[in-house]
Structure formats: structure tokens, C-alpha cells
């Protein structure tokens, strides 16, 4: 099997001014990240102007990361897609996922998964049925066996965020079982992985991690031990890529917008 070119993208957050969404879009393709993504929640700017903007600024592909199934209509969201895809000249990526319980309107996995899937089928259709069947990739994040299945089926790009190594086995060992239902639920398809990261840096005291101790229970050094955080140098932190790449099949990686100048140096020892 070919090793496959890595890819990074780098999730950009509420932009301040048009001047300075431009600057931070250039600044993300001279360090060489290949796709500029946007979150969907409350509190931050809509991702589509967004996107469209930083597409508008550079060569880089786009794309949504993620969009909340929970809380999207297929025919709202067919017309979006269609449309940025169109104006960036087919440079956009389509992410979608299930939503947390508190903002998908149902504390039921399954109702979400469900959700997913029935927004997935009803968009892909009616794109289908556009005169110019506009075609995005679509990547599906989830960490859960049913939601890992449907990505697998249906997705061009399946992302693994930083709860796919939470869990019986945690660590590596968990985000390679989780790889694995992937590849067995593709039956052969070919999909690209994607590992989210929710953070890096040098020590584990480094890094902010929000509000994941509280919501996962584990410490801050428990959480260091997860693949969608990275700790060590820049060489360092290029050599556990490499590991997951080789070993894995991960080889597109995309960051939070703090890491983004910490993560330029991980990227020039990757070139």
C-alpha cells in the first residue's frame, strides 16, 4: 500500500475583521497547512461566509469541521454546500457530525447517529439531482462504534476526534481499534483518515485543554496520553505523526487555531 501525503488543516476561530480574516488565511498557507476549516457553534461566526472569505483569499481547500447534524436541515444545507463548493471551485469539504447531547436535541446516541444518517442520505441526494451534481468530499467525525460505521459507508474522510482514545484499551490502542472498525466497515472502500487535535505543546503543563477534565473525568495528564494531544518538540511531535501515518493510516491532521504558529514548526519537520 502507497503511504499517502499528509494533510493538515488548521480550524480557524471568529473572525475579527475582513482584513484580519485575510491575513490569517495567507498566514496559514505560507506555513503550509492545505485546508482552512470552520467549527459550528454558537458564539462563533457562521462557517460558510467564513470559509468563503478565507477561499476568496488563497489557494487552500476549506471545509466545515464540524457541522452539527442535530441542528441542520438537508435542504438548507444542500443549497449551502452547493454553493460554496461552486464559488470556491470545488474546493470545499463537507464536515458533518452527530452533535453533542446538549446541542443535538436528544441525550439518545442512537437518535443522533439516525440524525446523521438521514441528513447525510437526503443531502447527498439532492446534490445528486443538481444539474451540476456538485460533489464535496464529505468527512464524518465520530468517535462511537455506530457513528465510526456510518463514516465508514458514507464519508470520503473520517475524522477521529480526541474521545477516540477514550476507553476500554485508551491511548493508541484505542484510536487503532477504532481504525480498524473503519477499515472493517469499509468493506474495501478507500477513505482518508483524520486525527483531530485538541492540543500540543512541549509539557503536558503547557497545554490548555479547556474544559475536557471536567467533561471526561480524567487529568490533564491522563488526557496527554490520548493521540489528539501531542506533547514533545517539534521533531518530536513529526516522529509520533510519522508513527501514526505508518502504523494507522493517519495522515491528515488538523489543529486548533492557538497551536496553529506551534504547529507551522511540526509541519516544516513533516515536509
Known amino acids: 500500500m502507497n503511504t499517502p501525503a499528509f494533510r493538515f488543516g488548521i480550524s480557524l476561530l471568529t473572525p475579527r475583521s475582513a482584513a484580519d480574516w485575510a491575513a490569517r488565511a495567507h498566514e496559514a498557507e505560507d506555513q503550509g497547512y492545505h485546508v482552512i476549516q470552520s467549527a459550528d457553534q454558537l458564539g462563533m461566526a457562521g462557517p460558510f461566509l467564513g470559509l468563503l472569505a478565507a477561499a476568496e483569499a488563497t489557494h487552500l481547500r476549506v471545509g466545515t469541521y464540524v457541522l452539527n447534524a442535530g441542528v441542520h436541515s438537508a435542504a438548507?444545507?444542500?443549497?449551502?454546500?452547493?454553493?460554496?463548493?461552486r464559488l470556491t471551485d470545488g474546493r470545499f469539504e463537507m464536515g458533518v457530525g452527530a452533535g453533542m447531547a446538549a446541542s443535538?436535541?436528544?441525550?439518545?446516541?442512537?437518535?443522533?447517529?439516525?440524525?446523521?444518517?438521514?441528513?447525510?442520505?437526503?443531502?447527498?441526494?439532492?446534490?445528486?439531482?443538481?444539474a451540476d451534481q456538485p460533489k464535496p468530499p464529505v468527512m464524518v467525525?465520530?468517535?462511537?462504534?455506530?457513528?465510526?460505521?456510518?463514516?465508514?459507508?458514507?464519508?470520503?474522510?473520517?475524522s477521529?476526534?480526541?474521545?477516540?482514545?477514550?476507553?476500554?484499551?485508551?491511548?493508541?490502542?484505542?484510536?487503532d481499534y477504532r481504525v480498524k472498525l473503519v477499515r472493517q466497515a469499509a468493506r474495501g472502500r478507500e477513505?482518508?483518515?483524520?486525527?483531530f487535535v485538541q492540543g500540543m505543546g512541549a509539557r503536558v503543563a503547557d497545554i490548555d485543554l479547556g474544559d475536557l477534565p471536567a467533561q471526561?473525568?480524567?487529568?490533564?495528564?491522563?488526557l496527554a496520553d490520548l493521540p489528539g494531544v501531542l506533547v514533545g518538540s517539534p521533531r518530536e511531535i513529526a516522529d509520533t505523526l510519522r508513527h501514526y501515518r505508518e502504523e494507522l493510516g493517519i495522515s491528515y491532521i488538523s489543529v486548533?487555531?492557538?497551536?496553529?504558529?506551534?504547529?507551522?514548526?511540526v509541519i516544516e519537520q513533516l515536509r
Do not use: M, W
Not at 76 to 85: C, E, G, K, P
Not at 256 to 265: D, H, L, V
Open 104 to 130: 443535538a436535541g436528544s441525550s439518545s446516541p442512537g437518535s443522533r447517529i439516525r440524525n446523521l444518517n438521514q441528513l447525510l442520505t437526503e443531502t447527498l441526494e439532492l446534490l445528486a439531482a443538481e
Open 160 to 175: 477521529f476526534p480526541i474521545t477516540a482514545g477514550l476507553g476500554e484499551h485508551g491511548g493508541e490502542q484505542e484510536l
Open 191 to 195: 477513505v482518508e483518515l483524520n486525527l
Open 76 to 85: 438548507y444545507l444542500a443549497r449551502d454546500a452547493a454553493d460554496l463548493y
Open 256 to 265: 486548533r487555531e492557538p497551536y496553529q504558529r506551534a504547529f507551522a514548526e
Open 141 to 158: 467525525a465520530g468517535a462511537g462504534k455506530r457513528a465510526l460505521e456510518l463514516a465508514a459507508r458514507t464519508a470520503d474522510i473520517v
Open 216 to 222: 471526561t473525568g480524567r487529568s490533564a495528564q491522563e
